[in-house]
Each structure stands twice: as C-alpha cells, then as structure tokens.
C-alpha cells in the first residue's frame, strides 16, 4: 500500500469511527471507488488507532474505574458490569452473522442501504428530549445489542449505541461515554480475533504506523466534535449527511451498471 493510500484510509478511520456516520461503510466505499486494496492487518491498526484515541480521551474515567474496581468500589463495579454485560449481545450477533456482515463489504448498494438505516435512526433517535435515566441490565443489553448489529457496514456503531440510549432516556453525555467505553472491548476482541492470522505475513511499516497515527489523532478530534454537537442537539445532521451519501452511492452504482 502506498502512504498517500495509507494516510488517506487512516484519515477516513479517524474522522467517521467514532463520527455516528460508520467508518466500516465509508472504509468499504473508498476502497470499492477508489481502488484501494488494504489488507486485514491494516484494518486491525487503524481500529487500534481510534480505540486509543477514547482511551486517551477518556483516560480519567478509565483510570477512575480501574481504581474503583481494585477499591471493590459498589458504583465502579457495577458500572464496570453493564460494560461487561454490553458485550455479550455484540458478541453473539458479531460471531453468529459474520458471514453476511462480511458479504455487505463487496456491495456498495447494501452499505447504501445500511447508511440509508444509520441516517433514518440518527434522525429519529435525535427528537427524543433529554433524559436522566440511569443505566441498567436492561438498557444495557439493548445497546450492546445495538453495537452487535453495527458490525455490518453501513451501520454506524456510536450512532446506534448513542442513538439507544437516548431512545432510552439516558442522558447525552452519559449516552456518549458509556458508548465508546463500550466499544473498547468489542474492538478488542476483534483485533485479537482477526489478528491471529492476518499479521503472520510481512507488514510494510511505514504505510502501517502513518494511518494508525493519523487514526489516532484524527480520532481523538472526532470524539470532542461529536459530544460537542451532541450537546447542541445537532444529532441528526450526521443522519442528513448518511442519508444524502446513501443516495449519491446508489446513484452512481446504478448509472454504472
């Protein structure tokens, strides 16, 4: 892969993996159009990249809730169980539908549809007023269960696990956090997985390391712009925007075909 490739798709990664507009789908679309062929390996560094930026953005609540769990800590452990518990429809969901979460990557038109789905929900789940709900096993379940479908491309996994939890009436910047806390396992988990295999080959480094950097920062970014314009109640412009890209993809796949 070439650095201007690499530095691209890494720009991508950074701007829409916590952005609620899906960077599976806009990864999957650039290379389908753009002609870029990027290696398993190299979407496993730039998952690594987003997710330590949440680590580095949330470092405090990270470090608050490791002490809390070694203290035995009654809020810390229980908020440290709804993470755990959050991720155990992801998991189910993300290994029993794999298969056709994967077929989706080949077809622009199905991660039209998937965006088309991210934009609608964006732009319904912004109209629900703010709420105070504290979370529980059950709201929890449900946005674990939201993060499982966001597997497929097209779906935008903070979208659907923000988007839930506002359903849900839990409040924003709650809603934010306990998503991308979440999500630190999942992607884990998926890095572990896939890595196993995909980094036996030889690694160009220099591509490699400038997209997980490039991720990184970019990430970091993205995750203040998005609580920003959470709190300003702008939500569903990023559903406006999966919608007009849904659009514009099946357009172009129908006047090529």
Known sequence: MELAQALLLG?????????????????????????IEASVAFDIVLHL????????????????????????DEKHLRYAGLILL??????????????????MFGSPVAVACALAITGAFLIISSRF???SKQLGAGSSLLIGLAQ??????GI?????????????????????????????IPILGAALLEGRHALDGAIDVVPVAAGFIVA??????????????????????FG?????LALVVIAITSFAG
């Not at 950074?14 to 753009?34: N, Y």
């Not at 959050?86 to 077929?103: C, H, K, L, Q, V």
Request: hydrophobic share 50%; net charge positive; proline share 2%.
């Open 216 to 237: 990184a920062a970019v990430g970091y970014l993205s995750i203040g712009v998005l609580i920003r314009l959470l709190k300003e109640s702008r939500l569903q412009w």
């Open 129 to 131: 007023k703010t709420g």
């Open 156 to 184: 935008s996994r903070s979208g659907s696990t923000i988007g839930t939890a506002l359903i849900l009436g839990v409040g924003k910047e709650e809603a934010a956090r306990f998503s991308f806390l979440a999500a630190i």
């Open 11 to 35: 720009l991508i990664q950074g701007i829409t993996e916590w952005l609620p507009i899906s960077s599976s789908g806009h990864l999957a679309l650039a290379q389908h159009f753009l002609g």
């Open 49 to 72: 990249g987003t997710l330590l930026a949440v680590v580095a953005y949330y470092r405090n609540d990270l470090l608050a809730l490791g002490a809390g769990i070694l203290a035995r």
């Open 86 to 103: 959050s991720a155990i429809p992801t998991a189910i969901i993300g290994f029993s539908m794999r298969d056709f979460f994967e077929s």
């Open 148 to 153: 499982g479908i966001a597997v497929a491309p």
């Open 240 to 244: 406006y925007y999966c919608m007009a």
